[in-house]
């Protein structure tokens, strides 16, 4: 949802995900504005097996689901995703370990994260990879990690 340009030919979009939810509308000062996702991934994948070669790329986002209590025909769930909330751990482990996988040495991995239903220090216990640096500032969190060039 944060990206400027989803079309961008320099970015790779991977999602397990595809289509478009419609979730009726909602009413603004100019009207009814429709709620609408559209999930259209360039790879269609799962991020704990990411499809990719070792050392593919200078820059991951990771930008997993951070809901693990949500309706799974929910607007947040069709929008954003859904951890299941009895592997979450393994699975977020098991994403950042693919992250580095495919990060060329010295890659950077930037890492955006949710706090509303799970601590970012829960998350942050999945891994062994320590962030650089990191805005502290709101619930949404993102964090800057960096591939050595021994890995």
């Not at 790779?12 to 609408?36: E, I, M, W």
């Not at 790329?57 to 930008?63: A, E, L, N, R, T």
């Not at 062994?128 to 960096?146: N, Q, Y």
Request: a neutral charge.
């Amino acid at each position: 949802m944060f990206w400027w340009d989803k079309c961008n030919p320099d970015v790779t979009f991977l999602d397990k995900r595809v289509g478009q939810f419609n979730f009726g509308s909602y009413t603004t000062a100019k009207g009814a504005v429709p709620r609408t996702v559209t999930v259209n991934p360039d790879v269609v994948g799962d991020f704990r097996d990411l499809p990719f070669a070792d050392e593919s790329f200078y820059m991951v986002v990771f930008d997993p689901p951070h809901l693990v209590h949500a309706g799974q025909s929910s607007w947040l769930a069709k929008k954003y995703g859904v951890l299941d909330p009895d592997t979450w751990q393994d699975d977020l482990s098991r994403g950042f370990s693919e992250c580095m996988r495919v990060l060329k040495p010295n890659g950077t991995l930037i890492f955006k994260w949710n706090t509303e239903q799970i601590k970012l220090s829960e998350v942050l216990a999945t891994t062994e990879f320590k962030p650089l640096f990191g805005d502290k500032r709101a619930k949404t969190r993102w964090l800057v990690f960096m591939k050595d060039d021994k890995s």
